[in-house]
Every structure is written in C-alpha cells, then in structure tokens.
C-alpha cells in the first residue's frame, strides 16, 4: 500500500507542475517502467499493467488469480 502511495503521490506532483505556459499530460507521463524498491512494473499506452512480481497489485479469491490488471486516468 506504501508503494501505491508514493506512486500516486509522484503523479499528482507531475500533473500539478505545470507552468504557465507548458503543462504535462499526464497520459503521457505515466506510461513506462517504473522502478520500486520492492519490485519493477510498466504502464503500457494502451492500458495494461504488467506487474509480475505483483508489487501493486495481486490478489486471489475462490481459486482464481488476478492476472489481468488495467489501468486508466
């Protein structure tokens, strides 16, 4: 949960950085690998997660394991 904070700590710092005259775009910002101290993930354009560690997200109910993950703005 630390991590899921810092992550969104880090993009409301990103998305309120805007100048006068620049702004950025946050769908341009997140995509990409990130790096954290438990593990690595990576944000895709297209909005896929890829987080084989499950370092943000991981979880399993009746059996089933949450291994498609998505993510949107």
Known sequence: MKNLSLFLLIV???????????????????PGKWSLSTGDVEFKADG????PDEVLIGFETGGNVADIKTWSL
């Open 12 to 30: 409301c710092l990103a998305a309120s950085s805007c100048g006068k005259d620049e702004c950025l775009v946050l769908a341009d910002v997140v």
């Open 48 to 51: 896929t997660l890829i987080d």
